[in-house]
């Protein structure tokens, strides 16, 4: 099952011949024109560019690395999360804290409650994470009204945590949909995509910017938005070099890798990757990966901490989530001063454990039963789509 989702990041390259059919994009919003520097100004709008933001120079800009996760989390995940993350801390002794893009199905909720808690970030990546991958590409407003829009109130529910502290999205597979989450986002007030690969805009790599104006980011993996979505970020996913120079937009896509038992290789190759960021223009460092590639990898996830130990220890370099990274966008300080800046404070979220199930669903064409871990009453029936909180019954 694993290798379902594999195979569309590792074609990236070829999908990238692919042109974007725009002929069936969201006629509602306008299409976006050429970007005004002089116009669009921070904090809200920002053109596409590889420039600093705040014109800093590099040596003064802090270099923000960016570790995300994606897809269910549960009891088989959650200790690899605690192992790598718990009471980790940046340089400036503020928790050092990762994103985790959820989806719904065999999601334990008390565990999603936990890692907020710990101050990492929850964000959106699907209720269904549907196959085949044309199911997003095709995808209109409603589609991801339902699939996102009802997934913010779904997690919101069941783990606890505040509606408005998720704030991104990534779309399954890193399918692109046109204008359609973008117009999806405005209506949930999300703020952020991070599903857009670049392997261009790689060295220097691409900072974040707003949809306001056009984009001119390669697009990978279209369709790609094409209309003015003022206030929208995108957060690209700028592409690794494998040992061959092939780009991979997750590392766990890269075809040419050190062997699997050579935790040195492995730490010179993330640390490469790392200094084409560091040592060029410090856009974000993605570090983005599914958590099944460092536990059944045990020499890579050693790397792995090895290379944020190291960077943990640098004066310059914060390990922070994405939501933190498009703040910062927003109103760009010198590293001198972002270090002294007090660390985020928010209130933890309770917990009243609830373990549900048998829950009836009828999602796969049959009548299945389900078990949920959860920090509200348990529902009627398993949450899907167009029951979002689990109160109808599945139909017969």
């Known amino acids: 099952m694993r290798w379902s989702w594999l195979l569309p990041l590792c074609l990236v390259v070829l999908a990238a011949a692919q042109e974007s059919d725009s002929s069936e994009e969201e006629a509602t919003l306008p299409l976006a024109e050429p970007c005004d520097p002089e116009a669009c100004k921070l904090p809200n709008c920002r053109c596409s560019s590889t420039d600093i933001p705040g014109n800093l120079q590099a040596r003064d800009t802090p270099q923000f690395v960016l570790l995300t996760f994606d897809d269910a989390i549960n009891i088989i995940n959650v200790e690899t999360y605690r192992e790598l993350l718990d009471n980790r801390r940046n340089i400036n002794q503020c928790p050092a804290t990762a994103t985790f893009f959820l989806s719904h199905q065999y999601t334990n909720y008390q565990l999603v409650n936990e890692l907020y808690n710990k101050g990492h970030e929850i964000a959106l990546h699907s209720i269904t994470h549907s196959t085949p991958q044309t199911y997003w590409a095709e995808g209109d407003v409603e589609l991801m009204r339902r699939e996102f829009g009802d997934q913010k109130e779904l997690t919101a529910h069941f783990a606890n945590i505040p509606a ?26 999300l703020q952020y995509d991070c599903s857009w690969p670049t392997i261009t805009n790689i060295n220097p790599g691409l900072w974040p910017y707003t949809l306001d104006y056009a984009s001119t980011q390669d697009c990978v993996i279209p369709p790609c938005p094409s209309a003015s979505v003022p206030g929208k970020w995108v957060l690209p996913m700028v592409s ?9 937009s997750m590392v766990d896509s890269c075809f040419g890798v050190p062997s699997f038992n050579d935790e040195d290789a492995w730490f010179r190759f993330i640390v490469t990757n790392f200094e084409r960021h560091y040592l060029g223009n410090r856009a974000p460092f993605g570090f983005f990966i599914h958590e099944w590639y460092l536990r059944t990898n045990p020499a890579v996830m050693r790397a792995t901490v090895r ?9 310059d370099v914060f390990m922070v989530n994405a939501n933190d990274v498009i703040e910062w966008v927003k109103n760009p300080v010198p590293v001198n001063e972002y270090v002294r800046r007090s660390c985020r404070w928010f209130t933890p979220s309770t917990c009243w454990p609830s373990s549900c199930g048998p829950l009836s669903a009828s999602h796969n064409g049959i009548i299945s039963q389900y078990w949920m871990q959860s920090c509200a009453a348990c529902p009627v029936s398993y949450p899907w789509l167009n029951n979002p909180l689990g109160r109808n019954p599945p139909p017969s």
């Open 240 to 248: 690794w070099r494998d040992l061959n120079d092939a780009p991979c």
């Open 307 to 315: 290379f944020m130990d190291m960077i943990n220890n640098m004066h």
């Open 164 to 189: 408005n502290s998720m704030r991104g999205i990534r779309m399954p597979f890193l399918q692109m949909a046109g204008n359609s989450t973008f117009e999806m986002m405005s209506e949930f007030d």
